[in-house]
């Protein structure tokens, strides 16, 4: 399960640096069009909007996987070892119900979503909103595997 979930960061990490590089070459070069040549191609907002969505979303799933993400420590940091394993089991634990949630509707949401376009190119926003339910899943994996690791007691996870 570990080399699984490495194996699943690493992809997304390459996946969200790709996609910021795009959000960076996509406003540059709507920046070059408007001011330079006087063009305006209407589905750039559009594109880096999608871009910038799905680069917040599996962002803040390879965060989640590293730790890195925003913690609320200050309370948790002052209690024993073994009360914080068990508090961070609960807190996973929470965490893992609210990605299965986020997982069912937004999937549904998504699915709604894709009957409907973005306002100047025909490409359904649903595929945007499909980035939660997807990173929740990439989440939830990550989850189960952090509660598998203080479930056996490692100190590491």
């Known amino acids: 399960m570990d080399k699984l979930c490495d194996r699943a960061q690493k992809a997304l990490t390459v996946l969200v640096g790709i996609l910021f590089t ?4 996509v406003t540059v070069l709507n920046i ?12 750039i907002p559009g594109a880096s909007r999608l871009m910038f969505i799905w680069t917040v979303f599996l962002g803040a799933a390879v965060l989640y996987y590293h730790n890195d993400h925003l913690l609320m420590d200050f309370f948790v940091a002052r209690i024993s070892p073994k009360n914080r394993r068990n508090v961070d089991f609960v807190i996973h634990s929470v965490f893992f119900v609210f990605l299965v949630l986020l997982i069912v509707y937004g999937t549904e949401i998504a699915r709604i979503r894709m009957r409907i376009s973005f306002e100047t190119w025909k490409f359904p926003t649903g595929v945007a909103y499909f980035a939660a339910p997807a990173a929740a899943t990439f989440m939830t994996i ?16």
């Not at 795009?22 to 070459?25: K, P, W």
């Not at 070059?32 to 006087?38: C, D, E, I, P, T």
């Not at 509660?147 to 996870?157: E, S």
């Open 22 to 25: 795009g959000v960076f070459v």
């Open 32 to 43: 070059v069009l408007r001011n330079v040549a006087g063009l305006a191609w209407l589905w």
């Open 142 to 157: 990550f989850c189960i595997n952090k509660l598998r690791h203080l479930w056996k007691g490692d100190q590491n996870y």
